[in-house]
């Protein structure tokens, strides 16, 4: 993508927090067993990784990995998440092995209400025996973002 700032970062998964907020200035904080701490951008609820980076006039490229966990991040961010233009966002097509998980349905009525729209899709991942969608990665982009303008069928 032409103008991203190589100041994407990277932070490794914490295995669980009680909870997380951010403020009015988008630095998230977590409670971790009474002890609070805070980071420049995101601490991430379960395992996975979550990444940002710069886009030109100040935009937000948010990549989301924390295995199903994604509401429970998204939720806990709205001051960071008005900031974000771009949210590339692994989902899967239905709860594994039946656990309390988002599927691509929550996740996609979710980014509706919050203000983004389906862009594109990163990543398809089939389960082996029968080709069933099992999961992937889904780009979603915020309504009025000038990615979106271009509507035309060619």
Known sequence: M???AARARRLHAQHSLPSVRDDATGRIQRDDGGRRR???FWRQLHP???HF???PGNRILLKLDVEGHELIVLEGAPATLQRVEVIVAEFWAYPIWGKDMTTLTGLVNWMHDAGFD?????ALVARRRD???RGGDVIFVRRGS???ADVSWD
């Open 2 to 4: 032409r103008g991203v």
């Open 38 to 40: 805070e980071s420049g």
């Open 48 to 50: 996975g990784d979550v």
């Open 53 to 55: 980076a710069s886009m």
């Open 118 to 122: 389906v862009y594109d899709f990163a």
């Open 131 to 133: 080709n069933r969608l």
């Open 146 to 148: 000038p990615l979106l």
